[in-house]
Structure formats: structure tokens, C-alpha cells
């Protein structure tokens, strides 16, 4: 597609129970980021992809988080036992490679009730 | 741990002035500094963004300004129009992954 697609634009979850995030990449970007945002926040890092490898998730809240990319395209954010602090927007980016400007999906909206 | 430190958190100007919003950050391994407008529902979309190794860009009504040894950098909007408003970030990164975002400025143009 033209730009990165994220599914579904909306969740609503209990307390407690397991939700994924899905992000289309923009064809032929090797590089996935997945984002945060909390309410009149600015983005917060989660973790990053080149290709199907993840070379950094030091931003992930905890290990209820996992992101994964088997074939290093699509990828899915799961979010374990989810708590009410997840509610936020998750936001996906990609970009062409390193050095290259990262373009940003119109994210999940995540509300755990 | 905010890295990226952004001023002011709102700003409201009149059509046709200029929009000025500052950042500042910590690590100077940062390389890449980009800033970013968001509308509401929207994803944040690329603006314009500069490297160190130089002190401006512009394009078009959008005017980053860089000063290295002070680890500051701004942006500039010539000419704000309606249209403008909306919360712009700025953000740093080394080689543009990583990236740490300010916590943004929402921009109100009056007509």
C-alpha cells in the first residue's frame, strides 16, 4: 500500500486479557519501529526491526510486552494480561534502511477497561 | 528520562506570524533531529529535519535552526496559516533509529 497500515484503529480490552497490534509496512521498508503514546505525549520507543531481526527492544515497559516479524514485513505487537497503564496509542513507523526518514502509520488505539 | 526537552507545550499565534518552538537535548551522539506535526486521530508525519553539520534548513515556510555547542535546535514557521495548527514534535536519534521525541507543542493559528 502507500503508507504503513495499522490494525485495528481501535481495541478495547479487558483487564487482564491478551491483545495484538498489527502494522503493514510500506513495501520494501526494512526497517520497523513500533512507538507509545501516551495521552499529550510525544511518541516513546518500544523496540525496532531491521528485517525480521529485532536489534533492540530496551524500550519495551515490561515482559508482558513481545513484538515479533517472522518474515521481516508485516509485524504484530502482543501485549500479555494487559493492565489499565497500556492504554495509549501504538504507533508503527518504517523507513527505508538506516539513515532514512521514518514514516508513521495512524496507530492503535488501545483502551483497557 | 527525557532526553529531548521541548518548549512551549502550547502556542497560539496570529495568521500570518511566525511559529517559534525550541528543543534542547542531553546526547551527543545524536546525529539526526527531525520535527514532526500530528493532526488528531493521525500518525505523525515528517516536516523537515537536519544533521549537525549544519546550522539551517529551510523548505518552504518551515526553517530549522541547529546550534550544536548549545545542543539546541528550533523551528520556524513563516507565514502561519489555520491550516498550521496542530502538535509538532521534535525528536533525536543516532542514525535515526532510537528515536526520543520532546513532548510537543500544540500550535492554535487564529485567523
Known amino acids: 500500500g502507500a503508507g504503513v497500515s495499522q490494525s485495528p484503529r481501535y481495541k478495547v480490552a479487558k483487564r487482564g486479557q491478551d491483545v495484538a497490534l498489527r502494522c503493514d509496512p510500506i513495501s520494501g521498508h526494512v526497517s520497523l519501529f513500533w512507538y507509545q503514546q501516551a495521552l499529550g505525549q510525544g511518541p516513546e520507543f518500544l523496540t525496532y526491526f531491521q528485517n525480521e531481526a529485532q536489534l533492540d527492544k530496551s524500550g519495551l515497559p515490561s515482559d508482558r510486552f513481545f513484538a515479533e516479524r517472522p518474515e521481516g514485513s508485516v509485524s504484530t505487537l502482543k501485549i500479555q494480561r494487559t493492565q489499565q497503564e497500556d492504554s495509549a496509542v501504538y504507533l508503527c513507523?518504517?523507513?527505508?534502511?538506516?539513515?532514512?526518514?521514518?514514516?508513521f502509520g495512524d496507530g492503535t488505539r488501545l483502551s483497557i477497561l | 528520562q527525557q532526553q529531548v526537552k521541548q518548549s512551549p507545550q502550547s502556542l497560539i499565534v496570529q495568521k500570518g506570524g511566525i511559529s517559534i518552538i525550541n528543543c534542547a537535548y542531553e546526547?551527543?551522539?545524536?546525529?539526526?533531529f527531525p520535527w514532526y506535526q500530528q493532526f488528531p486521530g493521525k500518525g505523525p508525519a515528517l516536516l523537515i529535519a537536519i544533521r549537525p553539520d549544519v546550522s539551517e534548513k529551510k523548505e518552504g515556510r518551515f526553517t530549522i535552526s541547529f546550534n550544536k555547542s548549545a545542543k539546541q535546535f528550533s523551528l520556524h514557521i513563516m507565514d502561519s496559516q489555520p491550516g498550521d495548527s496542530a502538535t509538532y514534535f521534535c525528536a533525536a536519534s543516532n542514525n535515526n533509529n532510537d528515536m526520543r521525541f520532546g513532548a510537543g507543542t500544540r500550535l492554535t493559528v487564529k485567523p
Open positions: 513507523a518504517t523507513s527505508q534502511g538506516i539513515n532514512q526518514p521514518q514514516h
Open positions: 546526547n551527543t551522539a545524536f546525529d539526526y
